[in-house]
């Protein structure tokens, strides 16, 4: 029932981000961005709080330029830090508890052959979720707007075109209700995912794992740490690739200057995301 509330609260949440976005500058008050989300400026602030446990105004504020440069600027190497303090490894985990293993290489050049991967979709805080999962864990998931179910499915499917894929919702929905719900996210119960893609993919994907909610870094800095300084930009093709959003969490990179620059399922839900991580951060945390 949860997740199903903040679905329908994500369709007013994404368009007072659409809004917000575009009008970034000239820092909008509550009655306009409540005019162009379609509700009173009342039923968006209850909203909002019931969503990520933000007022609006709080929530514009962590998904500005400043903030993002402010939160560069307070952490440049986060990643450092994240080594230093032992978050990293097979064991590695972070705010969801996330243990990992990748599929063997000959399992990614085959496109999946002989693989089955389950399915299903379900409602979430950011739109429609697409969860998939194979006998070891989770391996995609993915987000669409009402209406582009079947162009997210599709999307996935060709990241693995020779796989076999079986709509499963009753094995993906206990996935889902773990990934979202921050009370589950428990040492003692890690969510396991799995890696599918190439060598260097997975080293970027696992780099990722290392950024702490509330915390950013950039695609130069992921570069330097999976041993390819000059890469920046086969980073930012293999951050895109990520299959397994918000989890492995590729909406933490930005650009050097603060800008959000690129997001596979959206620029728009990339804010809401952060916005919405910001709520669950502790105040001294951020």
Not at 32 to 58: E, M, N, Q, S, Y
Not at 129 to 135: G, K, N
Request: with cysteine; aromatic share 8%.
């Amino acid at each position: 029932m949860q997740l199903e509330i903040g679905a329908a609260d994500y369709d007013v949440v994404r368009r007072a981000v659409a809004y917000v976005t575009n009008h970034m500058r000239d820092q909008p008050e509550v009655e306009a961005i409540a005019r162009a989300a379609g509700v009173t400026p009342r039923a968006l602030t209850d909203l909002f709080r019931r969503w990520c446990g933000l007022t609006p105004k709080a929530f514009l504020q962590a998904v500005t330029l400043d903030r993002a440069r402010q939160v560069l600027a307070e952490c440049p190497n986060v990643l450092d830090a994240a080594l230093e303090l032992g978050l990293s490894g097979p064991g590695r985990l972070h705010d969801l508890f996330v243990v990992h293993e990748a599929m063997s290489p000959g399992e990614w050049k085959t496109g999946g052959a002989g693989l089955v991967i389950r399915f299903g979709l379900h409602p979430s805080p950011f739109g429609t979720a697409l969860a998939m999962c194979t006998s070891r864990g989770l391996c995609g998931l993915a987000f669409a707007d009402a209406g582009e179910e079947e162009e997210a499915l599709a999307d996935m499917r060709r990241r693995w075109p020779h796989a076999s894929y079986v709509e499963d919702p009753l094995a993906t929905a206990p996935l889902v209700a773990r990934i979202f719900d921050p009370e589950a996210w428990r040492e003692e119960q890690p969510l396991r995912i799995v890696f599918i893609g190439t060598d260097f993919e997975i080293r970027v994907w696992e780099t990722l794992l290392r950024i702490p909610m509330g915390r950013a870094t950039t695609y130069s800095s992921i570069a330097g740490h999976v041993g390819r300084p000059a890469a920046a930009r086969a980073v930012g093709a293999a951050v895109g690739k990520n299959p397994i959003s918000f989890v492995v969490p590729c909406h933490r990179v930005i650009g050097k200057n603060g800008d959000l620059t690129g997001y596979h399922w959206g620029l728009t839900r990339k804010r809401a995301i952060l916005g919405w991580e910001a709520g669950k951060v502790a105040p001294e945390d951020l």
